[in-house]
T-cell receptor, first 117, second 114 residues
């Protein structure tokens, strides 16, 4: 079975410090991995994805993620956190058991990031 | 236009009402999705339309009825809902080239069932 785990329900960071939001995955075959962010009372916004190629993926709003095959991880990072980064972050993996029927995503449980001034 | 729009933003309905949620995108995306999301939880997939045909139904109760009138529009018809159906309903779309494309989400409809 394919799955995604976000081991931390909440991450607290001081503004200006680096941040990491963790994600590990379990898939059979090659993983297609995504990060989304959700601000309060809003829909999800796409941040970045890993399909193939360079293990360091750069995305929107200064975020990046590192794909690590040996550790089956895809942690989201940002060198310097902003208060406006405070939001709910979801890691997701494409369900590869369903093909050509729309891109079904398997989401992690979400991590609430709080950045304090 | 890189936006998915949803109407209404908020909806309050009784258990005997019939209402509809509407979703629209003009990005030429060929896959469209309905999700249900409870507070601080991940979205739960309900339905997927691919090329205007229903391709995935995640065993959703029949009181939810999706409709895809054309490639830009997606509706969700609601009838005889239960209070536990209160949630944020999200629509999304994607290009769907072999499953590698990100989904674009609308802002959602906040549904309250009394």
């Amino acid at each position: 079975a394919q799955s995604v785990a976000q081991p931390e329900d909440q991450v607290n960071v001081a503004e200006g410090n680096p941040l990491t939001v963790k994600c590990t995955y379990s898939v059979s075959g090659n993983p297609y991995l995504f990060w989304y962010v959700q601000y309060p009372n809003r829909g999800l916004q796409f941040l970045l994805k890993y399909i193939t190629g360079d293990n360091l993926v750069k995305g929107s709003y200064g975020f990046e993620a590192e794909f690590n095959k040996s550790q089956t991880s895809f942690h989201l990072k940002k060198p310097s956190a902003l208060v406006s980064d405070s939001a709910l972050y979801f890691c997701a993996v494409r369900d590869l058991t369903i093909y050509n029927q729309g891109g079904k995503l398997i989401f992690g449980q979400g991590t609430e990031l709080s950045v304090k001034p | 236009d890189t936006e998915v729009t949803q109407t209404p933003k908020h909806l309050v309905m009784g258990m005997t009402n019939k209402k509809s949620l509407k979703c629209e995108q003009h990005m030429g995306h060929r896959a469209m999705y309905w999700y249900k999301q409870k507070a601080k939880k991940p979205p739960e997939l309900m339905f997927v339309y691919s090329y205007e045909k229903l391709s995935i139904n995640e065993s959703v109760p029949s009181r939810f009825s999706p409709e895809c009138p054309n490639s830009s529009l997606l509706n969700l018809h609601l009838h005889a809902l239960q209070p536990e159906d209160s949630a944020l309903y999200l629509c999304a779309s994607s290009q769907e080239r072999a499953g590698l494309d990100e989904q674009f989400f609308g802002p959602g409809t906040r549904l309250t069932v009394l």
